[in-house]
């Protein structure tokens, strides 16, 4: 069974730039969770898609943004770069189950830099 | 606001060396309590659930406990390859959304 999916792994952006990751989850789990992982601020939660809406959102200024597709594949956006962006961005999902066990299944990630 | 402590932030070990990893929370409800390992350069990979004080969970050498306001992460003879950095998170009340402690980064030397 495939894993989560990330893509692009590493990206390299300046500021005022904007960006778009990409995650596909494993087949059939239809949440999808984005984090920011920081050596500051650890893990911490952007936004969560169930079945192509938005279901949770962290504490993150507008620039952040996601959408998910039909086939549960997501995207998040980040549009006007700041150096603080720098971050591993990851993608979780999670099957229905799984939601109320905490059973996170990650992508890899991707390291974006700021510069 | 909820809050997850995880001490300590690093812990150097010889191979064989048994010890525990300390997760504190400070929530109101708690409804899941989990341990994810992440290795460098890669995803938090999920290890354990515990939902209630008491409870216990074991996979190989590590084994996770749960009281009313701490979880340990026992590691019992530790090998080189248990090196990465082992992360607790919680959910409280109505929310499955956890929140993560900052980690702690273990190393075992061999």
């Known amino acids: 069974k495939a894993g989560v999916t990330q893509t692009p792994r590493y990206l390299i952006k300046t500021r005022g730039q904007q960006v778009t990751l990409s995650c596909s989850p494993i087949?059939?789990?239809?949440?999808v969770s984005w984090y920011q992982q920081t050596p500051g601020q650890g893990l911490q939660f952007l936004f969560e898609y169930f079945s192509e809406t938005q279901r949770n959102k962290g504490n993150f200024p507008g620039r952040f943004s996601g959408r998910q597709f039909s086939n549960s594949r997501s995207e998040m956006n980040v549009s006007t770069l700041e150096l603080g962006d720098s971050a591993l961005y990851l993608c979780?999902?999670?099957?229905?189950?799984?939601?109320?066990?905490?059973?996170?299944?990650f992508g890899e990630g991707s390291r974006l830099t700021v510069l | 606001e909820d809050q997850v402590t995880q001490s300590p932030e690093a812990l150097r070990l010889q191979e064989g060396e048994s010890s525990s990893l300390n997760c504190s929370y400070t929530v109101s409800g708690l409804r899941g309590l989990f341990w994810y390992r992440q290795d460098p350069g890669k995803g938090p990979e999920f290890l354990f659930t515990l939902y209630s004080a008491g409870e216990e969970k074991e996979k190989e050498r590590l084994k996770a406990t749960l009281t009313k306001k701490e979880s340990f992460l026992h590691i019992t003879a530790p090998k080189p390859e248990d090196s990465a950095t082992y992360l607790c998170a919680v959910t409280t009340g109505g929310s499955y959304i956890p929140t993560f402690g900052r980690g702690t980064s273990l190393i075992v030397h061999p």
């Open positions: 979780a999902s999670s099957s229905d189950r799984g939601v109320n066990t905490g059973e996170l299944f």
């Open positions: 087949s059939g789990h239809r949440s």
